[in-house]
């Protein structure tokens, strides 16, 4: 894919941004709080409809005003012209409430899975030490996005097993506080019979996504895995192995399908049930898994140092790029924030090998740290392919400019 041209209008600190792209490498620099990052969580923005650094719309909106909108255009690997954007207001919806508003080629989209696997952009950021570090939801969670750009059957999994988790978790609430014949509607969700034999019919429900989901997970990561080990080793010269183990339910492993896994998640379900009636909450699932990291045979999380753990995100980051490009056909735009000051310059080089071939949109505050290494033709830096081209951000605003002295 290639990034044609991105239009900003109260986005974080940008009031109006109009850019377009073309080939390239293209480096954003300036000094730090000036919106390097905001550009580039806008652009991954219209891949998934979610920042990576927060989950909130309000905050995205700039100080003052009621909306934002975040649009890209751009080309696929088959020469198709295409747009995305996302739009959020406050106060739209039925009784005034917030709402999003996402289009595909100025066509609005229903469904949020429908905008899975439309516009493809990785992005290698600081906060994505947060996989290794953090709990078992940001792993979750990075898996989980994986999976829903390249199968939005798993996306919609994911949203009725939510729903159906909250309807579970709400009937064991009121069974914990009194088990009456029968439930009003609001609590029962419109079920009929008693509240016990209701529980029947929402475990049901549950396992049959939950297995739907344990699945893809345990295929995805088995992928993942054997691409971020080689990737580690790309990056390292084979001096770190690295392994990816999916902790769930006990007895579902690798090369079970949904058929399989249901009835071992649902006879954990009834196993569980006086537990879950005690706490009020389901304590078996997807949403309790984990994703143990091992370096070296050792918890990553606990274990690693500091750039161990960042060797660690970008080997897992290098894999996602792989599966992306396997799956879909596409090359996906690579957006790195402030990545090339984390590393050495042996893995920068090493890097640069990995994603030479790609899109690529950079910020930095020293444009020094991604040239450094000299320029193998005019106009190109060493390890990139295609021209180099960069923006001044300043204040909000992002302009192109001449290269910059090395400082």
């Known amino acids: 894919m290639r990034l044609c041209s991105v239009d900003l209008v109260n986005f974080r600190n ?18 730090n709080a000036q919106g390097k990052t905001n550009l580039l969580e806008a652009i991954y923005l219209c891949t998934c409809a979610r920042s990576h650094r927060t989950g909130r719309d309000d905050e995205l909106i700039r100080r003052g005003e009621e909306c934002y909108r975040a649009a890209v255009n751009f080309v696929t690997d088959r020469g198709l012209a295409e747009s995305v954007s996302i739009e959020y207001r406050r106060s739209l919806g039925r009784n005034g409430a917030p709402a999003r508003i996402v289009r595909y080629n100025e066509v609005e989209i229903g469904r949020l899975a429908d905008m899975m696997g439309l516009f493809h952009a990785i992005l290698f950021a600081p906060e994505d030490l947060q996989i290794v570090k953090d709990g078992p939801a940001e792993r979750r969670r990075f898996l989980d996005i994986l999976i829903s750009r390249t199968d939005r059957s798993y996306f919609r999994d994911l949203q009725e097993f939510w729903k159906i988790l909250a309807h579970r978790n709400r009937l064991l609430k009121y069974l914990r506080s009194r088990e009456p014949r029968t439930l009003p509607g609001e609590a029962d969700g419109g079920l009929p019979g008693p509240p016990r034999a209701q529980l029947d019919v929402w475990d049901e429900a549950l396992a049959s996504h939950a297995a739907a989901i344990l699945e893809k997970r345990i295929h995805y990561l088995d992928l993942l895995s054997g691409y971020a080990s080689l990737s580690l080793q790309h ?40 537990d879950d009636l005690a706490r009020g909450s389901t304590s078996q699932g997807p949403h309790r898994d984990d994703i143990q990291i091992l370096l070296n045979g050792s918890d990553a999380r606990v274990y690693a140092s500091q750039g161990q753990q960042r060797s660690v995100v970008l080997a897992l980051k290098i894999a996602e790029l792989t599966i992306l490009t396997e799956i879909t056909g596409e090359k996906p735009i690579l957006l790195l924030d402030d990545v090339m000051s984390e590393l050495d310059e042996a893995r920068r080089s090493r890097l640069m090998e990995v994603i030479r071939d790609h899109h690529v949109f950079i910020t930095c505050t020293d444009p020094g740290q991604i040239s450094q290494a000299g320029q193998t033709t005019p106009g190109c830096a060493a390890g990139w392919s295609g021209p180099v081209h960069y923006y001044l951000v300043k204040e909000g605003m992002a302009e192109p400019s001449e290269k910059p002295e090395a400082t």
């Open 235 to 274: 990056l390292t010269w084979s001096k770190e192995g690295l392994e990816l183990h999916y902790k769930g339910l006990p007895g579902i492993g690798p090369g079970m399908d949904c058929k399989e896994i249901a009835p071992l998640y649902l006879e954990r379900l009834l196993r569980s049930r006086e």
């Open 14 to 31: 940008y009031e109006r941004l109009q850019l377009s792209f073309p080939g390239g490498t293209h480096i954003f620099y300036g000094q």
